[in-house]
């Protein structure tokens, strides 16, 4: 015969002791690894903030190949960054926040910079307004984003995103330097348009494709597959043309996508009010003796209701 026993009165707060003490344990080891997680995301943020401050730097030094290849450090820690604490599931407000002030920096004003410094500066107080204008364009672009980010195709990007004009302005000093050109004139002439075309394509409604909603876990197709190894391989092979040549191809995707028929509708407008802060009500200036018919009759003779 098989015995039952029965579990005495004393096991159940014993189980509970060391269940809260399990707990206990459990807080303790895993709130330190989820702050070293948290703090990975924004490492890597800061890197790509410094490195477009460092690019600027060496673009006001007259070093203009190594602060392009500095856009090109700054551009692989953004697309990193957002992996990072969307795989670690760290995504917060704060990190969004600090990724735009970071692309301000790197893809804005550090390009900006590069751009009237190596090729604009000829052209004097044009030049200045052409440098300025991408800047302020990539500003209005990065804010944009941040506002219709929950609202349009995750697939596609409103406009051009300040990376892809920020890596157009590198690619074309890498090439530049790459291939030892030696025409200021032919330059002035390519980056002055080329910087008022890039401001205007990142503040439009050029659908541009996004790589963040690859399905990267499903299987590729063939052709796909093709086209990466080969750009692998001219990556290897000739690097500098190779990336202008991306640079180039991203630039032209939106508006072949649009002369193709694509459209995108933003359900947020970027302009909207911003809502005043709930008012507490106001207190009966009557007490709870008043009749219900006489409540309120002062503050409908001041709104003009009552004469």
């Known amino acids: 015969m098989k015995r039952r026993f029965k579990k005495s009165s004393g096991d159940r707060p014993r189980m509970q002791l060391i269940s809260g003490r399990l707990r206990e344990q459990r807080r303790r080891v895993v709130a330190p690894l989820r702050r070293g997680v948290f703090l990975l995301p924004v490492t890597i943020t800061s890197i790509g903030l410094l490195a477009g401050f460092y690019g600027l730097v060496m673009a006001l030094e007259g070093r203009y190949l190594l602060s392009a290849l500095l856009i090109y450090v700054a551009a692989g820690c953004d697309s990193l960054d957002g992996r990072v604490a969307r795989a670690s599931r760290t995504s917060s407000q704060f990190g969004v926040e600090y990724d735009s002030l970071s692309d301000m920096v790197a893809f ?47 697939r596609r990007f409103v406009g051009l995103p300040a990376p892809g004009a920020a890596l157009m302005v590198a690619g074309l000093v890498v090439v530049y ?92 407008p970027v302009l909207r009010p911003v809502a005043p802060p709930a008012a507490a009500p106001a207190k009966s200036e009557t007490g709870p003796g008043t009749p219900a018919g006489t409540r309120g009759i002062s503050s409908r003779r001041e709104t003009g209701e009552l004469p």
């Not at 659908?207 to 990466?228: G, I």
């Not at 750009?231 to 180039?248: R, V």
């Open 108 to 154: 804005g004003v550090g390009p900006a910079v590069l751009l009237y410094a190596w090729a604009l500066r000829p052209l004097g107080k044009v030049g200045i307004a052409a440098a300025g204008l991408f800047a302020v364009s990539a500003a209005l672009r990065l804010a944009r984003f941040n506002v219709q980010t929950a609202t349009v195709d995750k």
């Open 177 to 268: 330097h790459g291939f030892g050109l030696n025409s200021p004139r032919l330059l002035c002439a390519v980056a002055g348009p080329l910087a008022v075309a890039l401001a205007g394509l990142m503040i439009s409604r050029v659908p541009y494709p996004s790589f963040k909603a690859l399905p990267l876990r499903e299987h590729a197709r063939l052709e796909l597959l093709v086209v990466m190894l080969l750009g692998a391989a001219m990556l290897f092979a000739m690097p500098e043309l190779t990336a202008f040549l991306l640079a180039t191809g991203y630039m032209l995707s939106g508006p072949f996508l649009m002369l193709g028929g694509e459209k995108l509708a933003a359900k947020t």
